[in-house]
């Protein structure tokens, strides 16, 4: 299952997309217009953003440089979805830093395995180990070691940890971590995230500094002070 941000303005494209890709197990947030989806792709930090290029208000590439240039944000994948024999387009969006891109027609199938493999490739970012002064993150071997000892994480816990690590001095919001630990609807309780990230930090000993709590927002996970 992915959270994607879906960015279209054609309604009844829009629509087949939501449906189908809710078919396939994925949950498609929407919207109609390029402001609308760069909000709401910086509100909910999807796996991935489906972006046509030709949008009412304006150019969809203007979405994708805004996301690829926030370091919060850029590394979402992108996948531009846009009419046939935009050739400009196809080359502006592939510059500009998005994944793929697909021209309209297109099967949903196709779309459907095109967004896997974008999704398979940002899996495999990033380092397996995070180590961080006294703390080591083994995400391969799902281990986590303070001074070299090993610490018993619940899987939640661990994904938890390795969210906010591998996001490192990015604030994440409750709802956030509450979709992309919890996979359940962000807002339902935000309570649940702030005991967890408690349990954690106690866990995580003298480690557990380096998840910091951001005032009326979240948490960050940062090796500096502030
Ligand atoms: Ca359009």
């Known amino acids: 299952?992915?959270?994607?941000?879906?960015?279209?303005?054609e309604a009844d494209l829009r629509e087949i997309l939501v449906y189908n890709l809710g078919q396939a197990g994925h949950r498609v947030q929407a919207a109609a217009t390029a402001e609308a989806g760069l909000r709401l792709a910086r509100e909910s930090m999807p796996d991935l953003v489906l972006l046509d290029l030709m949008l009412p208000d304006r150019p969809g590439t203007t979405v994708c440089t805004a996301l690829k240039h926030d370091p919060r944000t850029q590394d979402i994948p992108i996948i531009i979805v846009t009419a046939k024999g935009e050739?400009?387009?196809?080359?502006v969006g592939l510059e500009l830093g998005a994944d793929d891109y697909l021209a309209k027609p297109f099967s949903v199938r196709e779309l459907v395995l095109r967004m896997s493999a974008v999704l398979r490739r940002g899996e495999s970012k990033g380092p397996a180990v995070i180590e961080v002064a006294e703390l080591r993150v083994d995400r391969d071997a799902h281990r986590v070691e303070v001074e070299g000892?090993?610490?018993?994480l619940t899987a939640l816990e661990f994904k938890l940890l390795t969210t906010l690590v591998t996001r490192r001095e990015r604030v994440q919001r409750r709802s956030t971590l509450l979709a992309d630990v919890w996979e359940v609807d962000p807002g339902v309780t935000s309570r649940t995230v702030d005991t967890h990230v408690k349990r954690l930090r106690d866990k995580l000993g003298a480690a557990g500094r380096f998840i910091q709590?951001?005032?009326?927002v979240g948490y960050r996970f940062s090796d500096t002070d502030g």
């Open 149 to 152: 000892s090993e610490l018993t």
């Open 1 to 9: 299952m992915a959270r994607v941000v879906l960015i279209e303005d």
């Open 213 to 216: 709590t951001v005032r009326g």
């Open 87 to 91: 050739e400009v387009d196809r080359i």
